[in-house]
Every structure is written in C-alpha cells, then in structure tokens.
C-alpha cells in the first residue's frame, strides 16, 4: 500500500492544484477570471497555486494585453498533460488495490 | 484540504465534475427546449393559416410552385415570421436557462455561455442566410430542409459545450432535413415536427433528467 502511495506526483498534492490541472485538461486556454471562477477561489489563492505549477513546469503562462487591461492566461504543458494522466491513473491504481 | 491519508475515490470524483463543470454550460433548462418548441408549433399555425387564407387548401404546396413576383410578395410576411419566431424562442429559452443557472449557482453570461452562443450563432446565421437565397431563388422546395439541416449542425457545433442531449437533437434535425428533401410536400408538416415536438421532446427528456 506504502509504495502506491509514493507514486502520486507531489505537484498535485492539493486540492487547488488538481483543480486547475483539471480545468487546464479540459479547456485549452483559460484566463485568470476564468480559473477564478471555476474552481470559486480567491485571487491570492490561485496564484500561488498556479505559480507552484508553473515553477514545476505543468504550466505554461501567457501574459498580454486587451487594450490597456493585462490579460493573463494559462495552459497546461505538454509536461503537464503527462504527469496529471500519470497521476489519474496512480489514483486509479490505488483505487482498485485499497478496496 | 487535503490529509496526509490520500482518498483516490474522492479525487478523481473531484476531478471529474471539476472538467464537467468548466467545460460545459449545464444551466440549459429543458423547459427553454419545450418553450422554443411551442414557439415554432404556433409559427408553423401562423404560417400555415395564412397561406391557405392567400392561396386556398393547398398553400404551402402552391408556395413551391411559386412565381418570381409571387415570392417577392410573400417575402415581408415570411421574413418577419421567421424573425418574430428566432426573437420568442430566444427570448423563452434565456428566461427558463436565467431562471435553472441562478437556482444552481453557476455563473450565466461567463466564458463557457459566451463560447456556446457563438458555436451555435456562426452555422446558424450562416444557414439563414443560405436559405433566403434559396428561396430568392426559386428552391422553395429545400428551404425547410436546408433550416432543419443548418439548425442542426449548429447544435451539433454547440454540443461540445453543454449538455449531451443537445447533440442527439441536432441530430434528429440533420436526419428530419435530409428526409424532408424527398418528401418536400410535407415542408411545413416537417417543420413543425422538427422546431416543434423534437424542442419538446428532448426539453422534456432533459428537465425529467436534470430539474426534478
């Protein structure tokens, strides 16, 4: 059971990020609000979170302008895309050894 | 938040509503499918009175026979028709969807309804277009089946952002429009069946599936 355990991504060990892999997973480009939104969060919240995942490189930030207002959007990495599959199916896994 | 003591069964439920929810508009009452559906059952009555008033027992068939002059003549009539019906059905579909988004929280005039208004406007506008050439041109005939086959890919477009049942109206549309095509006396019979009672169908198998 230990080892199970060991094999899920510590990237996505809380809730918050798993949410925004999951919205990233089923929109292609999504901005900050948008995020915000979903996964009902505050600004500070989020943006922690997503720096996290950035940092570890899951992913990948875009940041422009709409007139004079910036407008920061957010996509998952190839990488990132990978590790939340990876992680899904660790969960799975453990899922079908535990019961 | 989250324990040390991970609960995989959790998560990935979690998960999974969170893709659910941030990809798809689910507010969509299928009260708006039944109100849409009456909308179009009274136009197709309005329509079908009024050309029997113009042309006797035999109006829509003798629409399809019909001169260049006389269509002219019959244009305003029609076009507002059609207009008037888009305005009612819109305006009861966002009445009952406002109504179910507020009861349920979800945000209404976001990304995602944005996305489906659009998914749904390009073929539909598109079509429209189309088929008022196609009456200008004298093919009476495929006008009905070139809305239901236009209006049903445009759900078909639409369906990737909201409910499923949408996609199995769009196709019941495209199927109807096509069947039209052989059958182009029964235009205005079509019609009906398909904005009408397909809009009621799925309305009622959606609120049976989702509001009670």
Not at chain 2, 77 to 92: D, N, S, T, Y
Request: proline share 3%; with cysteine.
């Amino acid at each position: 059971m230990k080892h199970l355990i060991h094999t899920l991504n510590k990237a996505f060990d809380h809730r918050v990020r798993l949410g925004v892999m999951a919205v990233l997973m089923a929109n292609e480009v999504v901005s900050f609000t948008e995020l915000k939104e979903a996964l009902d969060l505050t600004d500070g919240n989020l943006a922690s979170h997503v720096a996290a995942l950035e940092k570890a490189g899951y992913v990948a930030v875009s940041k422009q302008f709409v007139g004079k207002k910036p407008n920061t959007t957010y996509a998952a990495s190839a990488e990132g895309k990978e590790a939340f599959q990876a992680h899904l199916l660790a969960l799975e896994k453990l899922l079908r050894s535990g019961s | 938040m989250m324990k040390p003591t991970v609960d995989p069964l959790a998560q990935l439920t979690e998960i999974r509503t969170i893709m659910e929810r941030s990809s798809r508009f689910i507010s969509l009452s299928g009260l708006s499918g039944v109100g849409a559906g009456l909308v179009a059952l009274a136009g197709a009555g309005i329509g079908h009175w009024y050309l029997r008033g113009e042309y006797g027992p035999g109006g829509f068939l003798h629409l399809l026979e019909s001169t260049a002059s006389e269509r002219l003549r019959l244009l305003p009539f029609l076009v507002l028709l059609a207009g008037g019906m888009v305005v009612a059905a819109l305006v009861v579909a966002c009445f009952f969807t406002i109504r179910r988004a507020r009861a349920a929280g979800q945000q209404l005039w976001g990304a995602l309804a944005q996305r489906l208004a659009l998914s749904l406007a390009i073929p539909l506008v598109a079509g429209g277009v189309f088929c008022l050439a196609l009456y200008w041109q004298g093919a009476t005939s495929l006008v009905v089946p070139g809305l239901l086959v236009f209006y049903g890919l445009a759900l078909l477009n639409a369906s990737k952002y909201t409910l499923d049942e949408i996609r199995w109206l769009g196709l019941t549309q495209i199927v109807l429009g096509l069947v039209t095509i052989a059958l182009p006396g029964a235009g205005l019979l079509m019609f009906a069946l398909g904005f009408g009672l397909g809009h009621i169908g799925y309305g009622l198998l959606m609120y049976s599936r989702y509001e009670r």
